[in-house]
C-alpha cells in the first residue's frame, strides 16, 4: 500500500513499525457544539482506513481524542450559564449519536484531555528540563526557535512563519511563534494544581502527552483535517519530538476542505451544515457515501443535488444486494459457472489495487458499480448456481463493509416478518381472494414496504 505522507509530500510505501500491528491517531473534535460534515470528513475517511487496514490483516490500534476542555468550551458554558463539565458531556453524547450513525467504528482508545493531566505536565516538565519550555507568571511558552526543523511538514520556512508573527500588547512570550503549553486560571475558569500554579493545558500538548501514553513515542499514521497541518500538528511534531528524542510519526496523512456551493464552509459566510441537520433530511449513510465518494485528499463540494445523486447510487447497491438475496433463495443446484467466479474475484483485486494507491476510495466505490453491473447482467435472473450467488454476495458485503456502507440492511427479524406476509398474500391471489392480497400489499406500503412481482416470485424493498 502507498500512502502520500504531508511530510514528504509524495506518496510512499506504507511499512508500518510492527509487521501486525498499525498504531493510528486521529484528531477528535473540540466538543462544544454539534459536529459539522467539515468534522465528518475525517471521521469517515479514516474510519476506512482503520477498516481496510484490518481488512488485509493488520491490527489496528486507533486512537481518537476529546478535547474536553478549551477557551471554546467555557465560553460555551459562559454562555448557558452552565459548566465546561456538563458542556462537554452534552456534546460527547451527541458526537456518539451522529458518530455511529454515519456508521463509524469506536476508536480502540477515546481518551478525554482532562483525564490526562498528569502525563501533560510531565511532558511539560520535560520540555522545561530541556531548555523548550519557559514559564512566566504562571503560563508555560514553548520556545519555538529551539526546536530545529520546525515547519518541516507545513514547508513553511522559518523566516516566513515568524514575518506573519505578532506579539501582542502585554504578550508575555520571548518570540511572537512561540505558543502556549500551559495557561494559568483566569477568575472563574477551571483550573488544575501544576508546578507552575493553577491552570490548565493549551491544545496542542494534550495530543502529544496522549500519543505517548497510549500508542507510544513513534506512530505510524497521524491523521487529520488540512486545517490541522499548521499550527496544530506542527506544533505537536514540535513538542513530542523534543520530548522523546525521535520521530514522532512515520506517515502525515490529511483531508481535503469542504466547500458549500462551491464557496468553503466557514461559520462567518453562513453556510455551515451540521451533521445533524442534514441527517434529519436524508439520513446519515447518504452523508457517510458522499464525504468518502471522492478522493480524500481533493476538496469536496456539498449541495443538494450532489446529494441526491449519492442518495440514488446507494439505492441502486441496495437494490444490487436485495437481489442477490432472492437470487440465493431461489436459485437451483446448476453446475458452477467459473467464469463469473473469476470477474468477481478479478473485481475484489482491482478493489484492493485502487485502495492500495493512497486509500482511493472514490475508484473503489466504482469498482464496487462495476462489480453491481457484473451480477445484474450475469447472475440477477439467470439461472446459475446458489454457490455462485453466494459468492458474489460475500464479496459484495466485504467491498461494502470496507467502505463502511449498506449497514442499513433489513434485519432478519423483519425478513422473516415480510417473508411471511408475502407468503400469505401468495395463497390469497391463489385461492383468488385479491381483497386480502390488495390489503396486505397496502399495510406494507404504509409501512414503507414496496412489493415487485417478478417471475421469479415477488421480491421487497424499503422506502
Not at 112 to 123: G, S, V, W
Not at 189 to 195: A, F, G, L, T, V
Not at 431 to 448: H, S, V
Request: aromatic share 10%.
Amino acid at each position: 500500500m502507498k500512502i502520500f505522507n504531508t511530510m514528504s509530500r509524495t506518496k510512499e510505501e506504507f511499512v508500518p513499525n510492527d509487521k501486525n500491528e498499525v498504531k493510528i491517531y486521529a484528531c477528535g473534535p473540540t466538543v462544544y457544539n454539534y459536529i459539522h460534515i467539515g468534522n465528518a470528513r475525517p471521521l469517515c475517511v479514516f474510519d476506512v482506513l482503520r477498516r481496510y487496514l484490518e481488512y488485509r490483516g493488520y491490527n489496528v490500534k486507533f486512537v481518537q481524542n476529546f478535547t474536553d476542555v478549551d477557551d471554546k468550551i467555557i465560553n460555551r458554558a459562559n454562555e448557558e450559564n452552565s459548566t465546561f463539565e456538563e458542556i462537554s458531556k452534552k456534546y460527547i453524547e451527541e458526537f456518539w449519536t451522529d458518530a455511529h450513525g454515519l456508521n463509524f467504528k469506536d476508536a480502540t482508545i477515546h481518551p478525554k484531555a482532562t483525564e490526562n493531566i498528569d502525563e501533560i505536565i510531565a511532558i511539560i516538565k520535560s520540555l522545561e528540563e530541556k531548555g523548550f519550555a519557559y514559564a512566566v507568571d504562571g503560563d508555560v511558552y514553548y520556545r519555538t526557535l529551539k526546536f530545529n526543523g520546525y515547519g518541516k511538514l507545513s514547508h513553511q520556512p522559518i523566516e516566513d512563519l515568524q514575518s506573519g508573527a505578532r506579539i501582542a500588547v502585554g504578550d508575555k512570550k520571548e518570540d511572537p511563534l512561540d505558543f502556549a503549553l500551559w495557561k494559568a486560571a483566569k477568575e472563574g475558569e477551571p483550573y488544575w494544581d501544576s508546578p507552575w500554579g493553577k491552570g490548565r493545558p493549551g491544545w496542542h500538548i494534550e495530543c502529544s502527552a496522549m500519543n505517548r501514553k497510549y500508542l507510544g513515542n513513534t506512530i505510524d499514521i497521524h491523521c487529520g483535517g488540512q486545517d490541522l497541518i499548521f499550527p496544530h500538528h506542527e506544533n505537536e511534531i514540535a513538542q513530542s519530538e523534543a520530548a522523546n528524542g525521535c520521530t514522532f510519526s512515520k506517515y502525515w496523512m490529511h483531508n481535503g476542505y469542504i466547500n458549500v456551493d462551491n464557496v468553503k464552509m466557514s461559520k462567518s459566510l453562513g453556510n455551515f451544515k451540521t451533521v445533524r441537520e442534514i441527517a434529519d433530511v436524508y439520513g446519515y449513510e447518504v452523508i457517510r457515501y458522499f464525504l468518502i465518494s471522492s478522493h480524500y485528499r481533493s476538496p469536496i463540494n456539498y449541495n443538494l443535488e450532489i446529494i441526491e445523486q449519492c442518495k440514488a447510487a446507494l439505492e441502486r447497491l441496495y437494490t444490487c444486494r436485495e437481489s442477490l438475496d432472492f437470487a440465493i433463495k431461489n436459485a437451483t443446484d446448476t453446475e458452477v459457472d467459473a467464469d463469473i467466479i473469476a470477474v468477481i474475484n478479478n473485481r475484489r483485486d482491482r478493489f484492493i489495487d485502487v485502495m492500495d494507491d493512497d486509500l482511493n476510495t472514490a475508484d473503489g466505490i466504482s469498482v464496487l458499480f462495476e462489480l453491481v453491473k457484473d451480477i445484474n447482467t450475469k447472475i440477477i435472473g439467470k439461472p446459475v448456481s446458489k454457490s455462485v450467488c453466494e459468492h458474489a454476495a460475500k464479496v459484495f458485503d466485504e467491498l461494502c463493509d470496507v467502505l463502511g456502507l449498506l449497514y442499513n440492511r433489513k434485519s432478519n427479524d423483519l425478513d422473516a416478518e415480510i417473508e411471511e406476509l408475502i407468503k400469505k398474500r401468495q395463497e390469497a391471489k391463489a385461492n383468488k381472494d385479491f381483497a386480502t392480497a390488495d390489503k396486505i400489499r397496502d399495510d406494507l406500503k404504509a409501512r414503507g414496504i414496496i412489493l415487485k412481482d417478478t417471475r421469479q416470485g415477488t421480491t421487497w424493498t424499503k422506502e
